[in-house]
């Protein structure tokens, strides 16, 4: 504390002498919040230049606040209490916090409760006439869902898929044999079980008894059963990936022995 007030800067006292511009790295908190933030300021701001500063942090209003200066040690240093003064004449070092205290009669977290911020909305005509708008440079671009050929395109080729696969699936006969190849997995043998489109996903799906545990469910997905089968032996793939055939079924070598 003498050090402090040697520099002019105790409690109750003025500036002291100027320590030279620059700038500095302040802790700022507030009486209105628990949240503390780091800024860099220059020091050659006058103290009221500094409270307007300050504003954008905390939300206190200039005129409504009391500011001290407290060291990296977390002692009191002084008050910046006189607005024509310059932040430098004050002991200000890297580290220090200055402690906003609000005399506004604002509550503590009034600041921070954004649901009682009045928030602008614009009327849907006005907000089309606009030019700079991100929907107007989607518009003149034809981006997302205003690239109406696009759309028309993707749409176009997603009815010519659904097409395929529906031929596809009209060709796999129920209970019918079959090989499944899947990308990036080795090949599996088979029992067509559902052929058809489902409740969890668009187009046209086959369900499949593999002959080992190899699947996913037990023929239920979703709540809704589509073919029996044990647990862990189901599975639904895409056309495209079963192929028909007369394939045996496994040999697990547990015939009799002869």
Known sequence: MKAAAEAGAGPGLGPGPLLGTGSVSLVVS?????????KRYSTGLTIAE????????VGSPASCMDLELYGAEEQLLGRLDCDEALLCSYPVANGCRVHVIDRSGARIGEYEDVSRVEKYEMAESDYEKRPESLRSFLRQRRWGRYDTEGTRRRADEQQQRWAQEAALAAA??????????????P?????IM????TDFKPGYWVGVRYDEP???????VG???YFECQPKYGAFVKPQSVTPGDFPEEDNGLEDEL
């Open 187 to 191: 090949s599996k043998l088979a029992t």
């Open 223 to 225: 709540g809704r059963r």
């Open 30 to 38: 507030s009486s209105l919040n628990a949240f503390r933030t780091h």
């Open 214 to 220: 190899l699947g996913k469910h037990d023929g239920s």
């Open 172 to 185: 796999l006969p129920l209970g019918a044999r079959c090989q499944v190849r899947l990308p990036g997995q």
């Open 194 to 197: 559902y052929v058809g489109q």
């Open 50 to 57: 500094f409270k307007c500063k300050l504003e954008l942090v």
